[in-house]
């Protein structure tokens, strides 16, 4: 019902920036929010950032909080996550995610193919 693809990954350097974005396409009036996730090799999938479609909420994991600043663009059905001050940590592989965003972001089984971002030292 819902599709999201991401773009945008690439190789960085430590300290370096990024931006992905993601674009959504079917019945995205079913969530009312669209976040990221990340997964590193061996580590289990973790939250990133979420915002709400309306209303400007906007939801971040404590580890990106204050480097990573996540927009979207309803009129084009798209999503961004601008990644600054990147750390070899931030490696991994980047999920689009459509779900629901109250006090805390919820989301749904609509997942993108990800994009690798990779940091090094």
């Known amino acids: 019902q819902v599709q999201l693809v991401e773009s945008g990954g690439g190789l960085v350097q430590a300290g370096g920036s990024l931006r992905l974005s993601c674009a959504a396409s079917g019945r995205t009036f079913s969530t009312n929010a669209m976040g990221w996730f990340r997964q590193a090799p061996g580590k289990e999938r973790e939250f990133v950032a979420a915002i709400r479609w309306s209303g400007g909420s906007t939801y971040y994991a404590d580890s990106v909080k204050g480097r990573f600043t996540i927009s979207r663009d309803n009129a084009k059905n798209m999503m961004f996550l601008q990644m600054n001050s990147l750390k070899p940590d931030d490696t991994a592989v980047y999920y689009c995610?459509?779900?629901?965003?109250?006090?805390?972001?919820?989301?749904?089984?609509?997942w993108g193919q990800g994009t690798q971002v990779t940091v090094s030292s």
């Open positions: 995610n459509a779900g629901y965003g109250y006090s805390n972001y919820v989301p749904q089984n609509y």
